[in-house]
């Protein structure tokens, strides 16, 4: 029997086991060729077939059509950062933003290096602990990027702005993890390594009429309508990486897609809130409850003395990635879609008989 923690890490995150065990097994010959998916070209039908695979379950799950364009990019969320106002954001425009977090904050820096921008909301004065309510951007913005979750101050928007300018997201932390209208949104982005796959895989799903917006002058790479036009694979894409996609895609699909997803996802975020909810002068929230992230759940206990023991010894006992941002502190649970039902109700009973064992 292999080893197996119960891995609570905010990203690169927990993978599915049924997936790590299908790479595994197609590692050394994928399905017959005799070459790893590691070595083969990604021009070969083999890779073809993955990365359109990919792109279609994308649009499956998310219930869009084909004029969303499904991308595979490299680069990390964090170059979205600065591709998202670089294609959207010209002269005579404002692009809006919304400050929620440090990863807002960080797609704020970017923007305003390349263009004019506006903050329109922003919780940062509150220690961003909650998600701004009637969110507006001004009249003909370029655009209004939000943060759908909030990965290290742990705040998620339980319903999206409505506006009348394209909605942008940065979901990195949460994409497929809740029923959203994924159709509402004209550029959405997401680091693959929190919910969908590994490290080093970007999806950008974007839609039709946002590509003609994409000034020929910008470098060829960080122009989206390159990689649409040529399915992401305009050069070698992260190949690897989204073999890896495509495997956990499927595999959100045989849970019952991304409703069946929510259902259990619903049932996790209530175990470990519930800690808060009713422990709530040992387990110290740190955001408002109706901002609460289901994802990533963040919290206080009574002294950092307290947070360094539960931390160890929780890993003892085999449950990792508790640590809080080191921006932070404190301790914050990951649940994303790969984490089961059975290790968040562990961790919970594990936290209650911590709490019992050292009382503050
Ligand atoms: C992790 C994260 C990022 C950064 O992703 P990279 O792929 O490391 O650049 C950006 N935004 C959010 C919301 C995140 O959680």
Redesign the pocket.
């Known amino acids: 029997m292999v080893k197996r923690v119960f891995n609570f890490g905010?990203?690169p995150a927990a993978l599915p086991l049924e997936v790590l065990k299908v790479a595994q097994e197609e590692l050394l010959d994928y399905r017959g060729t005799g070459m790893s998916i590691l070595e083969i070209s990604h021009r070969s039908p083999e890779y073809e077939d993955i990365n359109n695979q990919a792109i279609s379950l994308m649009r499956e799950l998310m219930g869009v059509g084909e004029n969303y364009h499904v991308l595979f990019l490299g680069?990390?969320?964090?170059?979205?950062?600065s591709m998202i106002p670089m294609n959207f954001l010209p002269q005579g425009k404002v692009g809006a933003y919304v400050d929620t977090?440090t990863?807002?904050a960080?797609?704020i820096k970017e923007a305003e290096k390349l263009g004019k921008v506006e903050v329109v909301a922003s919780s940062k004065g509150d220690k961003y602990s909650y998600i701004p309510k009637d969110i507006k951007a001004p009249n003909g913005a370029a655009y209004l990027h939000i943060?759908?979750?909030?990965?290290?101050a742990g705040t998620q928007y339980q319903d999206m702005p409505d506006t009348d300018v394209p909605l942008i997201c940065?979901?990195?932390?949460d994409i497929l993890s809740r029923r959203r209208d994924f159709g509402k949104f004209s550029v959405i982005y997401?680091?693959?390594?929190?919910n969908i796959g590994p490290?080093g895989c970007?999806a950008v799903i974007i839609r039709d009429e946002m590509l003609a917006k994409c000034p020929d002058s910008i470098p060829t790479m960080l122009n989206y309508k390159t990689h649409a036009k040529e399915k992401s694979l305009y050069n070698t894409p992260p190949a690897f990486a989204v073999y890896i996609v495509k495997l956990v895609l499927e595999w959100v699909k045989k849970q019952g897609g991304v409703s069946a997803i929510e259902k259990v996802n619903a049932k996790k975020k209530d175990v470990i809130g519930g800690l808060i909810d009713q422990h709530g002068d040992y387990f110290k929230g740190t955001v408002q409850q109706a901002s609460r992230s289901w994802a990533n759940i963040t919290m206080r206990l009574p002294t950092e003395d307290l947070e360094k023991k539960l931390i160890a010894d929780a890993k003892a006992a085999g449950f990792i990635g508790l640590k809080g941002h080191r921006s932070v502190g404190g301790i914050r649970v990951s649940l994303y879609n790969a984490m089961t039902l059975e290790g968040a109700e562990k961790l919970a009973a594990f936290m209650l008989d911590f709490m019992k064992k050292n009382p503050k």
């Open positions: 905010p990203g680069g990390g969320a964090s170059t979205q950062f977090g990863w807002s960080k797609a943060t759908s979750n909030n990965t290290i940065d979901m990195s932390s997401a680091g693959a390594q929190k490290a970007t």
